[in-house]
């Protein structure tokens, strides 16, 4: 089985996959995912909250697999070795937390998944370089060019998308849902995002980053629930 969440910030948003909360992990087992659609928040500083929090999910049931989002520590992240798993490349974290990297496609329970991390940090003014901010944190052009590389290879056809932000199209949506909107706000992953919507062909596309939940097929905003794929 396979389960979808949104923005973990860990140890912010967490709670939602605690045993009250997600109830159904007490059947899983490690051939069965969950996967945060980016900002998992584990690696941001190697402290007590890391280690704490390291142990529990490393116990968990199931394999944990996150993209990265925008509130990551990417010069973390970026250090740690890169394998090759389910026909895509990771970075391990624990024996069953992964990492799913930019511009992949992973094959998994008999269905493809193409991944592409990243956004814009819109409170970056606030923020500290190397601290609480890293420029990594938007897909450079290789990471774009591997990402549109890869799909060729499967013909520009998955079954899945999984991404932190969303492609332009989407925006719509939520601007349709928010009380204020940045018209002049930096959407340069959303533009990247939605050159590769145009080219390829997908069922859904899963998102997170906008800290809401909403369906309007086939885009999919995850925030708060967890979502099993049928």
Known sequence: MIYLTGDTH?????????SKSFPEQKQ?????????????????REDKTYRYWLDILSHRRYTLLFIDGNHENFDWLNSLPVE???????????ENILHLMRGEV??????????????????RI?????????PQEVPSK???????????????????????????????EIRLRVNSW???????????LQAINDTIHYRDWYFGHWH????????????????RLE
């Open 142 to 172: 290789a990471e774009i060019d591997h990402a549109i590389d890869t799909l060729a290879r499967y013909d520009n056809q998955v079954d899945y998308v999984l991404t932190h932000t969303c492609p332009f199209d989407a925006l719509l």
């Open 84 to 94: 090759s798993w389910h026909g895509g490349h990771v970075h391990r974290i624990a």
């Open 212 to 227: 809401m939940d909403f369906d309007h097929n086939p885009y999919h905003a995850m925030y708060n629930r967890v979502l």
């Open 10 to 18: 860990i140890p912010i948003d967490i709670d939602k996959l605690s």
């Open 106 to 123: 992973f094959e998994i329970d008999g269905n493809t998944f193409f991944t592409l991390g990243g956004a814009v940090s819109h409170d």
């Open 182 to 192: 940045d018209r002049y706000g930096n959407y340069s992953v959303e533009k990247a």
């Open 28 to 44: 899983l087992t490690r051939d069965d995912f969950v996967i945060v659609l980016g900002d998992f928040g584990l690696l941001w």
């Open 126 to 134: 606030y923020r500290t370089e190397g601290i609480s901010w890293w």
